[in-house]
């Protein structure tokens, strides 16, 4: 359809202009024929005529139409209680019936996709499905059906589910655009069981001290008796109780008294020992999972005066029991003469020798040493601390900065929760000045400016191996901790966890050793990509790359696992996969400058066993889920019954209709069109005898 936005007059002048033109150049007795006058005379008329018309700004609007058939994804909860307590019978029959609704389904004109917890997996056909997933979040697995098919023509969800959940929130407190029909399996019947559902321990112990290992003990259809539960470690039984489980309750307590030994990794197992009659024996332990250390570390927050700062860094470090901490500030009360693991400087060394004190025992003792920098710092004493960071200031000019991660940084990791909340921290002051990085040192923050990330580091660790130093390139990071604060429910977690693992890398191999290899978490579960950190230093320790490193992982039952990768200047980790859970001891080799290095560690992987937590299936809420999107619940019996039920709805296909407007005058043909009818003209002009 061609469309254009001027009035039929202008048309008709357009006609006119070329019947005008026309006339005055073939109105002349001319050398060839009345008819050939004619016809060259309507050529002339033709290409007037539109060329003025193409002045209009005429346009081309073109109208597609698509038709989308309605679609029902075949939502199937493959988590292991389901593939665990449903009968066998019963699961067959499900996958039987999901086969045969696709096929019915398709049939009748719809699409049929598969969608499992996995959002990332597609399955061809329901048979194909393995039930082996570690944890189940319905809320998740439907909510990216909503996202995924969002604005198209999605008739209805098939959730096939035994409805417990053990991970994300309830589906039943979200809000889903489309039915949901669920198919209820796994065995709602209660089962004479014992588990352990829980054990509360603290994660950090310190060597020599005691510390308790609570753990619950659930049980149906053995009130009134005992239980034997064993605490052990790498098979070794260390000790045994004997628990009452009282009649009229389904939960019970004991708790463990450990001393903790020498600084290590440790791996304990509260176990049940199984009675006869047990459904299963699958929940019947559970590990624990203790970093035993030598004592509190000894931090020294030192100030050049009182600032907001010193309170957010104070508050965030005594979240951590692992920390003693000492405060001072110069000219208040005398600085205490102890060994300190680490040191906080803030705005030391500071202008007019403030603090001088302070930074001759840091010095002395080569304490690792955390510095915060702000107006009141000596930029030029700093500068000769030899931390890996010297900078140049302009002027007095400060920039207002928020800060952003490094993805090459890998000595720690940062959680995807903990960057978005970075991204909501306010502009902080940090000096407008010329930085440069020297060997070793590297950037785990940088400077964003308003929405410009920039290259200029925030937070540097550098120094050497013998004496580690970090750089925070602001005094305004209190306002971010207050932030933080208020925007969650008074838990700045991301600011602490960043205060605290800077301490904890100043502090963790502080030995003088060329060859570093760590893992780059405290601890994994089942389920993660393990990985691993490395850096690799010369003689004289500048940090080098290409170096081949031979890394050798030994379980609990002394196997062997060897990997081989090389360090990058890109800081890229090694990537293991998942493991089984269990304490791992690694070591690591390499041949740097002709001389062989190694470096030894522990590694933790935590198991989960969330899906034997639960052997009792929630219909109920997947009958409430049903009932609030306008449908029912069904059984694998009745998939006959849900086919019906989804035809019955009358969901009809969806025609979309999409407009595409081109100008004319950007068609291409019609160039040539013109080109054509005017070399036509000329060319019989020609031959035809005119001058």
Request: net charge neutral; with cysteine; proline share 6%.
């Amino acid at each position: 359809m061609i469309s254009f936005a001027s009035s039929p007059w202008l048309i008709l002048l357009c006609l006119a202009a070329g019947v005008g033109y026309a006339a005055l150049l073939y109105s002349a007795k001319a050398p060839w024929s009345k008819p050939l006058n004619y016809g060259l005379a309507l050529l002339r008329f033709l290409v007037v005529s539109f060329l003025c018309f193409l002045l209009l700004s005429p346009f081309v609007k073109t109208t597609t139409t698509t038709t989308e058939d309605p679609t029902v994804v075949l939502a199937v909860d493959n988590s292991q209680s389901v593939g665990l307590f449903t009968p066998v019978p019963t699961l067959q029959q499900t996958t039987t019936g999901l086969e045969q609704l696709s096929q019915t389904l398709r049939g009748r004109g719809f699409k049929v996709e598969i969608q499992t917890l996995d959002p990332s997996a597609h399955p061809s056909r329901p048979d194909s499905i393995r039930f082996q997933t570690a944890a189940t979040d319905l809320d998740g697995m439907l909510s990216n059906i909503q996202d995924a098919y969002d604005g198209r023509n999605l008739a209805g969800v098939v959730l096939v589910s035994d409805g417990i959940v053990n991970q994300g929130r309830s589906p039943v407190y979200s809000e889903y655009n489309f039915p949901i029909y669920s198919v209820a399996v796994g065995d709602t019947l209660p089962k004479k069981d014992l588990s352990l559902p829980t054990l509360n321990y603290n994660r950090v112990a310190f060597s020599g001290n005691r510390f308790p290992i609570e753990a619950e003990i659930g049980y149906d259809g053995f009130g009134g008796g005992t239980a034997t539960v064993q605490l052990r470690e790498n098979g070794r039984v260390l000790q045994t109780k004997q628990v009452n489980l009282p009649a009229g309750r389904r939960r019970q307590k004991t708790t463990f008294l450990v001393t903790a030994p020498a600084p290590s990794k440790r791996r304990y197992e509260v176990l049940i020992t199984p009675k006869a009659g047990e459904f299963t024996t699958l929940n019947n332990s559970k590990f624990v999972y203790v970093e035993v250390v030598k004592g509190k570390l000894r931090v020294l927050l030192a100030g050049a005066a009182p600032h907001p700062d010193l309170k957010a860094l104070r508050a965030a470090i005594l979240q951590n029991d692992n920390f003693d901490l000492t405060t001072y500030l110069p000219g208040i009360a005398p600085l205490k003469a102890q060994d300190y693991d680490v040191a906080i400087l803030h705005q030391l060394p500071a202008q007019g020798g403030v603090g001088a004190e302070v930074l001759a025992q840091v010095r002395a003792k080569r304490i690792p040493a955390f510095y915060i920098l702000g107006p009141q710092s000596d930029l030029s004493a700093y500068n000769a601390l030899g931390t890996g960071l010297s900078l140049t200031p302009r002027a007095q000019q400060t920039d207002e900065v928020t800060p952003v991660l490094n993805q090459a940084f890998s000595r720690f990791s940062f959680e995807e929760e903990a960057l978005r909340r970075y991204a909501t921290y306010p502009p902080a002051p940090v000096p407008f000045a010329e930085y440069r990085l020297g060997g070793g040192a590297e950037a785990a923050l940088f400077q964003q400016v308003g929405r410009l990330k920039t290259q200029k580091p925030l937070l540097v660790f550098g120094g050497s191996p013998e004496h580690r130093q970090a750089t925070l390139l602001t005094d305004g990071s209190w306002q971010w901790r207050l932030t933080e604060a208020a925007d969650h429910d008074d838990r700045p977690e991301a600011y602490d966890r960043l205060i605290i693992r800077t301490l904890q890398l100043l502090t963790q191999n502080a030995n003088k050793k060329r060859l570093d290899v760590y893992p780059t978490q405290d601890a994994f579960t089942t389920s993660d990509d393990v990985t691993f950190g490395a850096e690799t230093y010369n003689a004289i320790f500048e940090r080098i790359y290409g170096q081949q490193i031979t890394l050798t992982l030994t379980d609990e039952k002394n196997r062997n696992r060897t990997f081989t990768f090389t360090t990058s200047d890109d800081a890229a980790p090694l990537h293991l996969g998942a493991l089984p859970g269990g304490l791992y001891r690694y070591a690591a080799r390499a041949t740097l400058g002709g001389q062989p290095q190694q470096d030894r560690g522990e590694l933790l992987v935590q198991e989960q066993q969330l899906e034997a937590l639960d052997a009792r299936a929630n219909h109920n809420l997947l009958h409430q889920l049903s009932r609030r999107s306008g449908s029912r619940l069904y059984y694998p019996s009745q998939f006959q019954q849900l086919s019906q039920d989804i035809e019955k709805a009358d969901y009809k296909p969806v025609i979309y209709s999409q407009d595409d407007i081109k100008d004319v005058i950007n068609l291409k043909w019609l160039f040539f069109l013109i080109l054509a009818l005017l070399a036509t003209e000329w060319a019989t002009r020609k031959y035809s005898g005119s001058i």
